[in-house]
């Protein structure tokens, strides 16, 4: 099951992706200049230094496509920490990975004409050495609606079925149907500063691991390309091992590059 999730991830990305192109190719009666890519790439690295020595680095990248047609967005994330701790009984140092994620989300939104609805098609995977999942991956179509916009303002809700696949770090794999829905919030307090939400619900239909992830950054831009962002993200599952926590949530002050 989980291969067939990870595919059908790889497929439905692939096949939105290539249909776009071909879209602007075939039914564009007059030229239309695509604009470039856009979005942030943000870095984080925290020292410690002392009883505990420690280096964790962390980044994030939110990409974006505006087409005449399509929306295409991809969010990436890492998550590499190390500590350093002396052994008490040999007086040697030992190094020990102590954090260790990765996770990709692609999806792309079919933009009706002359309208804020959509029809999006979505694809996530995520590994996390340490986390109460070993590994997680879903599937998801549906409908979206760009409820509010000003300028650069903006609120998107989007909802529909789709299939998950999570893998415990203990205990029996399950995969499932669940209902997706999640809404993405940017306000720009000024031309330099701005705060985004984004809030995702992947509901089990089948009395499986039902998750909720949260995300939350202020951005204040230092000069046209970089900017300090102070973001905090909440991950809850509803069905992890008895040793595991339900919530895991991550604050982080970072650097990040836009273009």
């Not at 200049?33 to 420690?54: F, H, K, M, Q």
């Not at 949260?214 to 992890?240: C, F, G, H, M, P």
Request: one cysteine or more.
């Amino acid at each position: 099951m989980r291969l067939v999730v990870a595919l059908s991830a790889v497929l439905l990305c692939s096949a939105v992706s290539v249909h776009a192109q071909e879209f602007q190719k075939k039914h564009g009666e007059e030229e239309v200049t695509i604009p470039p890519w856009g979005g942030d790439v943000e870095v984080g690295v925290v020292l410690s230094r002392g009883n505990t020595e420690a280096t964790a680095v962390r980044t994030n990248a939110e990409l974006q496509h505006e087409l005449q047609d399509f929306r295409n967005k991809y969010y990436i994330q890492t998550l590499l920490q190390r500590n350093t701790q002396t052994n008490s009984a040999t007086g040697e140092k030992e190094d020990n990975t102590t954090g260790q994620r990765v996770g990709v989300t692609a999806q792309s939104n079919y933009k009706f004409f002359r309208s804020d609805s959509s029809l999006f098609g979505r694809a996530a995977y995520l590994n996390d050495r340490f986390g109460a999942f070993r590994e997680q991956s879903s599937v998801a179509v549906g409908y979206a609606n760009r409820l509010y916009e000003d300028g650069q303002n903006y609120f998107d809700f989007e909802t529909g079925p789709g299939m998950a696949y999570d893998r415990p770090s203990e205990g029996e794999s399950n995969s499932g149907m669940i209902w997706y829905a999640a809404g993405n919030f940017e306000y720009h307090f000024s031309e330099t500063s701005k705060f985004k939400q984004t809030l995702e619900y992947a509901i089990s239909l089948d009395g499986h691991n039902t998750s909720y992830p949260s995300r939350s950054a202020i951005t204040a831009q230092i000069n046209n390309e970089l900017a300090l962002r102070l973001s905090v993200n909440i991950k809850y599952d509803s069905d992890v091992g008895a040793d595991k926590k339900s919530t895991d949530s991550e604050t982080a002050a970072s650097v990040v590059y836009s273009f």
